[in-house]
């Protein structure tokens, strides 16, 4: 069964889409198949993989995106695959064993006008869909935006771990204590959707230190976060596994570099100097592999937390 993991921070910005994309590019560089599921309206995992040439088709037509599978209906998720997505513009494939599902902005019709049949979750359809495939990877990754809203359900219901990308700031911290609260409340109301052999529901498996400027003193940020993680431990609402990556990410202008040429860093080559980061998402995979499986937090008569209030979103800012 493929491991499927899903990539999200209630805080925009921190750097998520760099995350998967090089860490599913590290991923297939070891002979892993994978398969990276973009269900961010915004795209950015589609763009940069697909390159706009190739992506703009899908946006202008608005068939062969995910979309496609709920209006109009027409296509499933095998029809929609784009395999050995990273390529050069000659079409030489670069990185065999790394497919996508993609995405165009049409996407964020799935939140407001798309009218699911029968009452019936998006995310039992995109699930539904998705199982047939899932004997063919190692690895399922899923970008989703910043909030649990049906495209994210999606991710989060067909994953059994999350990673959550953070930079080292208050506001990282805010959206990891909101992502916790609004997960365990998703996992409540869809637990009678689950079918045996899905696995655990997805449960915060690891937290990833993103984009770290050299000048930054890491230690502080790292400290409040450990300190939220055991809060947490102790209440129930994530897995006794849940830490943070010892590995982390430096923030470089070769990331931003990579996005505009199309490829993933390790697609770059030496040529411009990689600042340090290929080794930075070369040791995060490492650290990502050797991740041992959940454990399921031990039940309590109530383990799913109420809204979270102000008070703790005032804790949350402050310690």
């Known amino acids: 069964?493929?491991?499927?993991?899903?990539?999200?921070?209630?805080?925009?910005?921190?750097?998520?889409?760099?995350?998967?994309?090089?860490?599913?590019?590290?991923?297939?560089?070891?002979?892993?198949?994978?398969?990276?599921?973009?269900?961010?309206?915004?795209?950015?995992?589609?763009?940069?993989?697909?390159?706009?040439?190739?992506?703009?088709?899908?946006?202008?037509?608005?068939?062969?995106?995910?979309?496609?599978?709920?209006?109009?209906?027409?296509?499933?998720?095998?029809?929609?695959?784009?395999?050995?997505?990273?390529?050069?513009?000659?079409?030489?494939?670069?990185?065999?064993?790394?497919?996508?599902?993609?995405?165009?902005?049409?996407?964020?019709?799935?939140?407001?006008?798309?009218?699911?049949?029968?009452?019936?979750?998006?995310?039992?359809?995109?699930?539904?869909?998705?199982?047939?495939?899932?004997?063919?990877?190692?690895?399922?990754?899923?970008?989703?935006?910043?909030?649990?809203?049906?495209?994210?359900?999606?991710?989060?219901?067909?994953?059994?771990?999350?990673?959550?990308?953070?930079?080292p700031d208050a506001l990282s911290l805010i959206g990891f204590t909101l992502l916790t609260a609004k997960l365990m409340q998703f996992n409540e109301r869809s637990a009678t959707f689950r079918t045996a052999g899905m696995g655990n529901q997805a449960l915060i498996n690891g937290v990833l230190f993103n984009s770290v400027k050299t000048s930054t003193d890491i230690e502080v940020p790292k400290m409040r976060m450990q300190f939220r993680i055991n809060q947490f431990r102790n209440q129930k609402k994530v897995s006794p596994q849940t830490r943070i990556f010892k590995a982390m990410v430096r923030d470089a202008i070769v990331v931003r570099r990579a996005v505009t040429l199309g490829l993933p860093v390790l697609c770059i080559g030496n040529a411009m100097g990689t600042e340090g980061v290929f080794e930075d998402y070369e040791a995060v995979t490492r650290e990502l592999e050797s991740l041992t499986p959940l454990q399921k937090p031990q039940s309590t008569p109530n383990p799913y937390p109420q809204p979270v209030t102000s008070h703790e979103r005032e804790n949350a800012r402050i310690s």
């Open 1 to 167: 069964m493929a491991r499927k993991i899903t990539f999200i921070n209630y805080k925009g910005g921190v750097g998520k889409t760099s995350c998967i994309v090089n860490i599913a590019a590290f991923l297939a560089r070891t002979g892993k198949r994978v398969l990276l599921v973009d269900l961010d309206a915004q795209s950015n995992s589609s763009i940069w993989l697909m390159r706009v040439e190739r992506w703009n088709t899908l946006n202008t037509t608005r068939k062969g995106s995910i979309y496609s599978i709920f209006e109009p209906g027409e296509q499933k998720l095998q029809d929609i695959l784009v395999r050995d997505v990273v390529e050069e513009r000659d079409g030489k494939k670069l990185l065999p064993g790394l497919d996508l599902l993609p995405t165009t902005f049409d996407l964020i019709d799935l939140e407001h006008e798309y009218d699911p049949p029968d009452h019936e979750p998006v995310y039992v359809r995109f699930w539904n869909q998705l199982k047939a495939m899932e004997a063919d990877y190692d690895y399922i990754l899923f970008d989703c935006p910043p909030n649990v809203l049906r495209a994210s359900q999606c991710g989060l219901f067909s994953a059994n771990e999350v990673i959550v990308p953070a930079n």
